[in-house]
């Protein structure tokens, strides 16, 4: 298996990469669905960096258990201090994604902010199959990634966009994935079904809201 990235470098500029270059579009992804996710009780929030996300979600649902977890030690002391006095709600996990099982059999909200695509798509496969047995009938999955939209745009713009990031990454944490899962084949095939989506800068950034398809329906 890859090792996984080592984002701890990056945990006190990370906020400031991404204003320089994406300015507030990614955070508007982040959090384009939190006005659905103040029922929530247990959630687990994969690979949020330095937790901003997080810390708005604390902030908006007061009763929410957070399960952050994430390779960089030094991301997860970054979303500690960003929650504050909220971060009692939050146990952390230093693990790779890849290879944890989740602990809390009763997940209704799983988050994923541009995380899945440091993963491949057999990677994001495996992980989202795992998440299904630990998700309540009624638990979301909250996905921001990058993608790849279709026409000229897609190819003079974006790929090429996305590749530098990808090398970027790869110069800076040891990033050894260098282009997009097709992680909505890995969670329609895991159960999972999209039940919205918003695009913005011409495709280039999705916010999606996946719900828990009946077992029935699914085939594990
Ligand atoms: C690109 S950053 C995204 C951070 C944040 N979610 C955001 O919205 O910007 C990816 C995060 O995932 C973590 N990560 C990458 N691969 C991982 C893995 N295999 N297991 C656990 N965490 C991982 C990194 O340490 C980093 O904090």
Same mark, same amino acid.
């Given at each position: ?7 701890d ?11 320089a ?11 384009a669905? @939190? ?7 247990n959630? =687990?929030?994969?690979?949020?960096g ?19 977890? *994430? ?6 002391r970054?979303?500690? *201090? ?8 939050i ?16 997940? *209704?909200?799983i ?19 795992r =998440?299904?047995?630990s998700?309540?009938p ?6 921001s990634?990058f ?6 745009f897609?190819w003079?713009?974006?790929?090429? =966009?996305?590749?530098?990031?990808? @090398? ?20 329609d ?15 280039? =950034? ?10 029935? *329906?699914?085939?594990?």
């Open positions: 298996m890859r090792k996984a990235p080592n984002f470098g990056l945990a006190g500029v990370y906020r400031w990469m991404e204003m270059s994406f300015g507030p579009l990614l955070s508007r992804c982040r959090f669905f @939190l006005d659905e996710l103040r029922a929530s009780r959630a =687990l929030i994969l690979g949020d330095d937790g901003r996300f997080t810390a708005r979600l604390l902030k908006e649902n007061p009763v929410v258990l957070v399960d952050a977890l *994430d390779a960089s030690p030094a991301m997860l970054a979303l500690v *201090d960003n929650a504050g006095i909220r971060s009692s709600r146990r952390v996990h230093v693990a790779d994604a890849r290879l944890w099982e989740p602990l809390v059999p009763t997940l *209704d909200l988050v994923t902010h541009f995380f899945l695509d440091c993963l491949t798509t057999r990677e994001v496969a495996s992980l989202a199959k =998440l299904r047995v998700a309540r009624d638990a979301k999955w909250v996905v990634e993608a790849i939209p279709k026409g000229w897609g003079l713009v974006a790929r090429p =966009l996305i590749t530098a990031l990808y @090398l970027l990454f790869w110069v800076l944490t040891g990033l050894s994935v260098f282009r997009l899962p097709n992680h909505r084949k890995a969670l095939e895991a159960g999972f079904t999209l039940s919205q989506q918003r695009r913005r800068l011409g495709g280039l =950034l999705v916010s999606e809201l996946w719900t828990v398809r009946p077992a029935a *329906d699914t085939q594990l």
